[in-house]
């Protein structure tokens, strides 16, 4: 899966309100990122590379897997499938987004 289609099924997951009232940064390196503004009304998911609250640091093989349902949020952070930085409060409501 390329990040544009990550992205547009991040969108869908994500929809116009997802309870995070944050923002969170997928950063797959040279890859790219896939950015939720859950603050903004309606939230949006874009590549934009920001600054956000919570940034999770994971493949794009890992993300697609991710955001597929093939890889649970909290089996991935024990398996050290990704990383985390920022607000672990905002990665705890992952669960939610995808």
Known sequence: MDMPTITETLRAK???????????????GDDGVAYIDGRSTPNTVDNTDREADCTIAITRDNLAALVSGELEPTTGFMMGKFKVS?????ALKLQRVV
Do not use: E, I, P, Q
């Open 14 to 28: 994500v929809g116009d309100a997802s309870g995070l009232n944050a923002t969170l940064k997928f950063d797959c």
């Open 86 to 90: 920022g607000d672990m409060s905002v």
